[in-house]
């Protein structure tokens, strides 16, 4: 799956959601850890969207981000607030 229109300068906290027919999945990240994602790249030559790709093969690297669905509102305010 490929996250795409990321805008880095308008959010605090990203919530991705995979969706699977036999399974649903969130992932929240801080705007910082969307930066610093080594699968973060440019989605357009020169704009200011970006995009992560989430395949078979690193979804295992996303773990660290996945949150159950009624954890996720207390993690977006943890992930929100300064550090």
Request: proline share 4%.
């Amino acid at each position: 799956m490929n996250f795409q229109q990321i805008k880095l300068d308008i959010a605090d906290v990203f919530i991705f959601i995979g969706v699977w027919v036999n399974r649903i999945v969130y992932w929240v990240l801080s705007n910082q850890e969307v930066r610093r994602n080594k699968y973060l790249s440019h989605q357009h030559r020169g704009g200011i969207e970006y995009q992560i790709g989430i395949t078979h093969k690193n979804i295992s690297e996303f773990d660290k981000y996945h949150v159950n669905p009624s954890e996720i509102g207390k993690r977006v305010i943890k992930k929100g607030k300064p550090p």
